[in-house]
């Protein structure tokens, strides 16, 4: 066999296995472009940030430390531990939190922005307060990588930690 015929050869050869490979590189059916979960990847960003937040907002209800840093990024278990029980921390002992709700889930410059309205109580003071999560994906999974404040105090007249009314609120100490 001359050498124009193993050329010929090998290239019917490549031509006759490429649909082959081709179709190796496919996702299984799923399509290209649909993450495992079959949704949008717009949507399950939404829906994996919200999971992440509200299983933080719980455990700060249930005043459960561990169950609220599982959901922190690992960059941010240091300042948790450190701070999170401290006087002023998220998960301080004079301070309980009878209610939490997500109000809303959006894209944001660093990750999905998630926003919470929290009821603070200590004793029998109470205070509305919003936060602000960013949740980031990290491998295959997500994580909370950003708490702050997410603007005023909604009742500014009642504070269990922060400063008088009319003096603007210390930066989150959790963080």
Known sequence: MGRSHRDRFAGLALLALLPAALAACGSGGRGGDTPPSGKAPAEEAAAKSRERVQAYLDALTARDAAAGRSQLCAPMHAAFDSAATGPNGDFADHFTVPEATITEVRSGPNGQEVSASI??????????????????????????????PGGAPVDPDVSPSGPPPGKPAPPVPSQ
Do not use: H, M, Q
Not at 135 to 144: F, H, L, P, Q
């Open 119 to 148: 009821t603070v109580a200590a004793g029998s003071r109470k205070a509305a307060r919003s936060l602000l999560f960013t949740v980031t994906r990290n491998g295959a999974d997500w994580c909370i990588s950003g708490e702050v």
